[in-house]
Nanobody, 117 residues
């Protein structure tokens, strides 16, 4: 059974940091690119960050570049999103996504991040 379980969301003030974690199971984690997406209220889901299956390359949305860092641990089958200098516009539900070269595509249930003073 494939599972992606996000955690680490919460309520923080602008300028603070959060670290999201996505624990994977039920598939060959090391063979999948991992992504983080987010969806704010009333908006469509948007790409945030990607890391290749080996962790050798990363890619970020312009809105988070320089503030967010994606990383992975293929032994622990976990992907992380370190979010620094958070802004109110980062408020959203954050989703973990796994995608293979064959386009097998899995999603987690999401974790809420709220940035507010």
């Amino acid at each position: 059974q494939v599972r992606l379980v996000e955690s680490g969301g919460g309520l923080v003030q602008p300028g603070e940091s959060l670290r999201l974690t996505c624990a994977a199971s039920g598939f060959t984690f090391s063979g999948y690119f991992m992504n983080w997406y987010r969806q704010a209220p009333g908006k469509t889901r948007e790409f945030v960050a990607q890391i290749t299956n080996t962790g050798g390359k990363t890619n970020y949305a312009d809105s988070v570049k320089g503030r967010f860092t994606i990383s992975r641990d293929n032994v622990k089958e976990t992907v992380y999103l370190q979010m620094n200098s958070l802004k109110p516009e980062d408020t959203a539900v954050y989703y973990c996504n796994a995608i293979s070269r064959k386009s097998d595509d899995y999603w987690g249930q999401g974790t809420q991040v709220t940035v507010s003073s």
